[in-house]
């Protein structure tokens, strides 16, 4: 059975962060990170404790980095997982987009949406 991927409005993605003051990112990037390791298939892939390394000073570092691992495993162009982590310690909204505008894709391909 294929990993179902929810299709997520950027928009309303963007609002819900400033409605909640950016707690919405946290809850998104748990989401995702499940669906990633629903995709990949990784058993080893602990979204879990990824996201509550985010509140430890270095543990975001680990967080971001197999955040980065893992999309790289499942990305449509093999996005290089250095890039995508440098980025995220750069400019997180990057990442963000790339991450979330690939899954859509890989959801409306899912339910069959022609774009």
């Not at 059975?1 to 962060?17: C, D, E, G, S």
């Not at 989401?31 to 509550?52: G, H, R």
């Not at 859509?104 to 391909?109: E, G």
């Amino acid at each position: 059975m294929a990993a179902y991927i929810k299709h997520r409005n950027m928009f309303v993605q963007v609002l819900l962060t400033i409605i909640t003051l950016g707690i919405y990112t946290i809850y998104w990037f748990y989401q995702i990170s499940m669906e990633m390791k629903n995709i990949a298939n990784d058993t080893n892939a602990s979204p879990a404790l990824w996201t509550v390394l985010l509140f430890i000073p270095f543990g975001a570092f680990y967080s971001y980095y197999k955040f980065s691992e893992l999309y790289e495993q499942i990305s449509s162009e093999k996005f290089n997982r250095w890039l995508l982590f440098v980025l995220y310690l750069v400019f997180s909204p990057a990442v963000w987009f790339i991450v979330q505008t690939d899954l859509n894709r890989r959801a409306d391909f899912q339910r069959g949406v022609v774009v």
